[in-house]
T-cell receptor, first 114, second 116 residues
């Protein structure tokens, strides 16, 4: 079965420090991976995606993610966290076939403290 | 570009009534739209895939007679929660994709439904 796991319910980091939000996946075939961010009572905003090519993907708001095929991981990173980065982050994988729907991980709440 | 508009942003209704939620792609055509449901502090659960001009495809466990989906045009999909009950209270989010399987989904801002 295809799935996405985000092992951490919450990540706490001080402003200015680097942050990592973890994601691992299980898919058949080549993975199409995505990161989204959600602010309270809002829909999701697209941050970045990995389809093919360089393992380090750069996205919006200074975020980047590293694809690691051997570890089946796609961790989200940012070199220097901002308080405004505090939000709920979702990793997603495309399910091949049909309508190419996305399945989401459980989400990780990022709290950046001043 | 790629803006998805969802309306209303919140709605309160009484048990037994029906509620319609609209999802529009404002600057692109969407053959396929997706409806998700999100419970408090939980992830998004895909309810159904909405297809323009044909019947929606529902995920296992989702009652199609309860959650009616109509995708009448390339820019509009609607979700109607029929005979709503308090357990239907949730955050409903629609999304759409530009053409291409590797294109990201673009999400509406969601609808907070409260059934009293």
């Amino acid at each position: 079965a295809q799935s996405v796991a985000q092992p951490e319910d919450q990540v706490n980091v001080a402003e200015g420090n680097p942050l990592t939000v973890k994601c691992t996946y299980s898919v058949s075939g080549n993975p199409y991976l995505f990161w989204y961010v959600q602010y309270p009572n809002r829909g999701l905003q697209f941050l970045l995606k990995y389809i093919t090519g360089d393992n380090l993907v750069k996205g919006s708001y200074g975020f980047e993610a590293e694809f690691n095929k051997s570890q089946t991981s796609f961790h989200l990173k940012k070199p220097s966290a901002l308080v405004s980065d505090s939000a709920l982050y979702f990793c997603a994988v495309r399910v091949s076939g049909g309508y190419n729907k996305l399945i989401f991980g459980a989400g990780t709440r990022l709290a950046v403290h001043p | 570009g790629a803006v998805v508009s969802q309306h209303p942003s919140w709605v309160i209704c009484k048990s037994g009534t029906s509620v319609k939620i609209e999802c529009r792609s404002l600057d692109f055509q969407a053959t396929t739209m997706f409806w998700y449901r999100q419970f408090p502090k939980q992830s998004l659960m895909l309810m159904a895939t909405s297809n323009e001009g044909s019947k929606a495809t529902y995920e296992q466990g989702v009652e199609k007679d309860k959650f009616l989906i109509n995708h009448a045009s390339l820019t509009l999909s609607t979700l109607t929660v029929t005979s709503a009950h308090p357990e239907d209270s949730s955050f409903y989010i629609c999304s759409a994709r530009l053409t291409g399987a590797d294109s990201p989904l673009h999400f509406g801002n969601g609808t907070r439904l409260t059934v009293t």
